[in-house]
């Protein structure tokens, strides 16, 4: 029997899950809300379901020290408990033999690896997942959503470039924000859209749909192939640095590109100028993006390692 805590009732729309954890993954799986959880802990009486063993419990980051996981671990001392997180920590949950943590790169398994010497059962990767009804800019809805928003906002006859900075640290959100100015004084048809906070998926969607390319940054300490594997599925091509997992979605020059740090602003107006001139690789990009979503990261095909 598995069982997902999910934060709040958002999660339990199956055409908004985010990527990672990959709750859409286990379609026949327990869903159960903090809320709910609460409730059950209360009245000491679990779902008929529930009772059904052996029982593993599935845990997103934000709740590994919730007042209520601890609880469910002194009532549930027999289940096994699979926490995940997409970046690196100094505190990890596991207490039990069949404590399990995933994450979604190798890079994270690798470096959790090597900071808490964890053996293969304890740490291991779960892909991100996407979902095969998220609408692409090639399929009929994909279309439509972007010739609505692009005629919206008057982006008909421009080039859209969304920048997620929501996860980047001070340092990096400052030398970025130099250099996009430089790019939208050299290139009059460019608009950049940058995300300080993060948005939910249902938001990101249409943006996604509705833009060229997608430019992404954060410390190697936080995986970003979530969001990778979110803008890949609609067609998205993204360009990234060559730090931590960030790259591990994408393959330079085929479903994206990868930034040398040492080199980013060369090889960045490079491109930009390249992919301005050519909206064929753009295409070619997106596309290939597409297929890797559909290989490898879609329900059908679960990965892992």
């Known amino acids: 029997m598995e069982i997902w805590i999910l934060p709040d009732a958002s999660w339990m729309n199956r055409d908004a899950l985010p990527a990672f954890p990959p709750v859409g993954r286990d379609r026949d799986a327990v869903r159960v809300t903090l809320k709910a959880l609460d409730d059950w802990l209360q009245k000491d009486q679990p779902p008929d379901t529930v009772n059904t063993a052996p029982v593993r419990i599935h845990v997103p980051y934000r709740l590994w020290d919730h007042r209520l996981i601890r609880r469910l671990r002194k009532r549930q001392p027999q289940a096994d408990f699979v926490f995940y997180t997409a970046e690196l920590s100094k505190h990890l949950p596991l207490q039990e033999i069949g404590d399990c943590l995933c994450v979604p790169s190798i890079y994270l398994r690798n470096q959790y690896r090597k900071r808490h010497e964890l053996s ?6 779960c892909y991100p997942a996407v979902s095969a009804e998220t609408p692409h800019r090639w399929s009929e809805d994909g279309r439509g959503v972007r010739t609505a928003m692009r005629h919206e906002r008057r982006w008909q006859k421009r ?24 790019s939208r004084n050299q290139h009059p048809s460019l608009v950049v859209l940058t995300w300080f906070r993060p948005l939910p998926f249902e938001k990101r969607c249409p943006l996604y749909l509705a833009a060229d390319w997608l430019l992404t940054v954060s410390s190697s300490a936080r995986s970003l192939s979530p969001m990778h594997a979110e803008a890949m599925v609609t067609g998205l091509p993204v360009v990234t640095f060559d730090l931590g997992d960030h790259g591990e979605w994408v393959r330079h ?20 100028a390249e992919l301005l001139r050519d909206p064929g690789w753009s295409r070619d990009l997106g596309k290939n993006a ?15 390692a």
Do not use: C, F
């Open 120 to 125: 293969n059962h304890a740490i291991r990767i």
């Open 159 to 182: 080039n859209v470039l969304l920048v997620d900075v929501s996860q980047a640290t001070k340092m990096q959100r400052s030398l970025l924000e130099k250099e996009l100015s430089v």
């Open 253 to 272: 020059a085929h479903n994206g590109l990868v930034l040398h740090l040492a080199h980013w602003r060369t090889e960045w107006r490079r491109y930009l």
């Open 290 to 304: 597409r297929a890797i979503a559909e290989r490898y990261l879609m329900p059908k095909t679960e990965g892992g």
